[in-house]
C-alpha cells in the first residue's frame, strides 16, 4: 500500500485494509450464519462477494479491477435496501463513509492475495487476527486525533469484570470507538454462563459510533465474535434531544470512554436541559448517561481531573449524578495509562443509579516499582489491577483507599478531586533505598555549594 500513489499515511491505509478485511470476515462467516439462523440471505450481491471477485476471478486486475470496486462495489454497497434484507444494514452503514483510496489495481492485487490468506473460519487464525488488531489501533496513536478510538485492554476488561454484566441484560457503550467494552462484556458474559448464546448477545450488546473507521473496526470485531448483524450504528447520541428518550430507551449497564477535551458542534448542547449545556464532549455524556440508565441499572466510564474538580455546569451535573446515581467508587489512575493521546490524569467511576449516594470510596492506583509513569512501551497490564480486586469486596481504608461522605463533598461544593488523607496530592511514595540515595546527593551538592563559596568570598 505504501507503494500506492492514491493512498497517503497511516490512517487511510489503514482505513484501506479494514475495509478489505471486513469482506473477507464476511464471506468466511457467512457460511457459520448459514447454518445457525434459519432462512438466513445474503445482503451482498452473488458477483460482489469476495470470493467472486477477490479469489476466483483473478485475471480481474490492473484498470479494470480498480473501476469494478469504484463504480460497482462501492456504488452497491454504499446503497443496499436495508427493507429488503435485514442484514444489509451492517454492511451499508461499514460502506456510507468508507473510501477506496489504492489507484494501482496491481498492487491492489497483491494486497487482496495476501488477505485471503487468512481463514477466518478458522480459530487458530482468528487468535492470530485478535493480533493484527491489536497492532492496527495501536497504529491508530500516530494516524492522526484518534486518541477517543482506543481504551487499553487491561482498564476496559477491569471495569467489566467489577461491573459484572449477566446474559440478559442490556449493555450499551454511547461512544463505543472500536468496541472494546463490547468485545469485554461479551467474552466475560460467555466466561461466567455457558448458556449465554450468540443470538442473545447479538440482541442485547450495543453500540454508537460516530465517525466511520472505529465504527468499521467496531463492526469487523464484532463479526468475529460471531454476530450476524452487530448493533452498532453511525450515530451521535447527543444530536437527539435529551427530553426525548424514554423509559423504553434505558439500558441495564453501560460502559463508556468518552471523548474528552472536544467540544461538539455548535447548537448539539441546546439539546439538553439549560442547567447542563455545555459544548464539552464528556460532560453531555456524563448527563445523558445518567438519563439513559434504568433503575438499579450500572455504569462504569473513565472521565478526566477536570470532571472531578470542574465548576459551573459540571457541579450541577456532579449534583445530578449523586442525587440519581450512588457513585460508590472512584478509581484514580496514574500518569501515562492514556499515553501517548494524553498525559492528563484519568479516574474509573462505578455507580449505580436509583439510590442517591451516602459516600464514595476512593482508591489511587500505583504505579509498579521504580516507574514514574506507565508510556507506550510499558503500559498498564491487567495483573496491576489485582490489589484493586483483592480490596473491592472487603474495603478497608488503607494507603490507597479512603472514603468520604455525601455531606463532605457537599461542603467541597461537589468537588470530587478528593486525595489521600495518608499521602498529600503531590507527595510521592519513596522506598527506603531511593530516600537515603536522594540524602546522599542532597548532602553532596550541599558540600560542593559550601566550597564554592568558601573559595569565592
Known sequence: MRKDSGVDGDAQRISQMV???????FSDKEGEWKNRISNYK??????LKWENW??????????????FINQELFA??????????EYAHVVKAVFEDTYNYMKNGTLFR????????INFSSSREIHVFNEIYETILKELQSAGSSGEYYTPRAVTQFMVEMTEPSKGQKILDPACGTGGFLTCSIDYIQAMDSTADIEL????????????????LCTTNLMLQGFASPKIHRDNLLSKPYSTWLEDDQVDVIFSNPPFGGLEEDGTEDNFPINFRTKETSDLFVALIIKLLKKNGKAAIILPDGFLFGEGVRTRIKQELLDQCNLHTIVRLPNGVFS????????????EKGK????????????????????????????????????????QENDYSWKVSINDIKKRNYNLDISSPYFGEQEEKLNSDEIVLRLERSMQRSQELLSFLKIKF
Not at 19 to 25: A, G, V
Not at 346 to 351: E, K, P, V
Not at 371 to 395: A, G, M, V
Open 19 to 25: 475495509w478489505m478485511l471486513f469482506l473477507k470476515i
Open 42 to 47: 445474503s445482503p451482498i450481491p452473488h458477483h
Open 54 to 67: 477477490a479469489v476466483n476471478n483473478t485475471k480481474l486486475t490492473g484498470e479494470a479491477l480498480i473501476d
Open 76 to 85: 452497491t454497497l454504499k446503497h443496499l435496501d436495508e427493507k429488503e434484507n
Open 110 to 117: 497483491q494486497v487482496v492475495i495476501e488477505i485471503d490468506k
Open 201 to 216: 448477545l447479538e440482541d442485547t450488546v450495543l453500540g454508537i459510533e460516530k465517525k466511520p473507521l472505529p465504527h468499521l
Open 340 to 351: 501517548p493521546y494524553t498525559n492528563i490524569k484519568t479516574n474509573l467511576l462505578f455507580f
Open 356 to 395: 442517591p449516594t451516602q459516600y464514595i470510596w476512593y482508591f489511587e492506583h500505583p504505579l509498579p516499582p521504580n516507574q514514574k509513569s506507565y508510556n507506550r512501551s510499558r503500559p498498564i497490564t491487567l495483573k496491576e489491577f489485582e490489589i484493586e480486586k483483592t480490596w473491592w469486596n472487603k474495603r
